[in-house]
């Protein structure tokens, strides 16, 4: 067991994966690793072992801002009300068709 | 700046046969229908292409804000105003979505910006006709997003990754936008005489504007072979103009509007509706620049663009100082 020490210091990553060409990258995880590169070689072995991935993204875990899951409602709630953002509020005729 | 790659490799063999096997090899991927993304190697012509054509798009998002913006205010009813609203609200966000994809191709927003701002980027020609009415706000829902959604959905298999990805959101959201458009003709067709005919005189309007939103024909329009060679563009101008007269004319038909072109009439040998000559003139002249709001549309544009500058500059500011707070609180711990 290496010491708690030498652990801290290794920096987080978080790990994205495009599982097909052409889509967004995923994320599917992290990990600690040396730097940026060490990271991607890391990835590699720990989240594509079973052909996953097509890509990967690694971005430094402290690069990444939040929003604050104790705001869940003030900043999601108000769309709840607001549904006429969605097509199915609008009745179309059925000889319209497809729209 | 992602096309360095391709750049390293003319360098490394000046031999044009390196550039033709490349431009071949480039082919054989779209021809597969591999996606292109940014850190790919790519030739410096489909760059450009790319740059222009989403950048064009974007700027036909947030300019489209502006015939709509003016009758959030005017809406009839506090349910038309949320949804005018939202909808215009949603082709910010469009516009949004396609700066950042032509981003990724290593131009800069400013420089797209400037390009619109100085009249040298061109955007969707319909949206230099005036909103005359609010029937014009149904009309445009129902006609001119509808002609939208006809050309976007074949964008959403563009060979270009993030572009695609882009589009594939758009369209999610499109639906709405003409399905309120759609419901205001109705109510308006089913209203009383002078909304029906509010309506109608709307269609009379825009029809026309909106058959040419597809561009010139096919025989006129150089760039096709190319862009579908590409994978940029999938289905030719006519064809998808075709498409949109097939689907409208009976949804014209039950809304009991007139479409203000006596051709129409359907053609049973070859399946489709027939209909009258297009005004290429008129295309031309709106599109280089006289059209009856051409002037109007990007004075505003940069109207609104001079009087947010304040906005920006306080936000960099505050961004300044709270970067400068955070230094500090870091320093004494």
Redesign the interface.
Known sequence: MSTPLAEAATPLFEVFVRSK????HKHVGSLHASDARHALTLARDVYTRRQEGV?IWVVPSNAITASDPALKSDNFDPMAS?V????T?????D???H? | MYTQALDTAINANTTTVTVDSFQKTFLERIARD??I?PQDAMPEAYRKTLVRQISQHAHSEIVGMLPEGGWITRAPSL?RK??LL?KVQ?EGGHGLYLYSAAETLGVTRESLVDALHSGKAKYSSIFNYPTESWADIGIIGWLVD?AAIMNQVPLCRCSY?PY??AMIRICKEE??H???G??IVRSLCEGTPAQKALAQDSVNRWWWPTLMMFGPHDSDSPNTEQATDWGIKRISNDDLRQKFVD?TV??AK?LGLTLPDTAIAWNAERGHYDFGKIDWDEFWRVVKGDGPCNAERVADRVTAFDDGRWVREADAAHAAKVALRNAQVTATV
């Open positions: 060409q052409g889509l967004d890509s607001k006429y953002r969605h097509p509020f609008y009745d179309i005729p000889e319209i068709g729209m | 591999e996606k993304e349910k949320e949804i939202a949603d509808g990754g695609a990805r639906s709405f003409q399905r309120q759609f419901d689907v009976p949804q039950f």
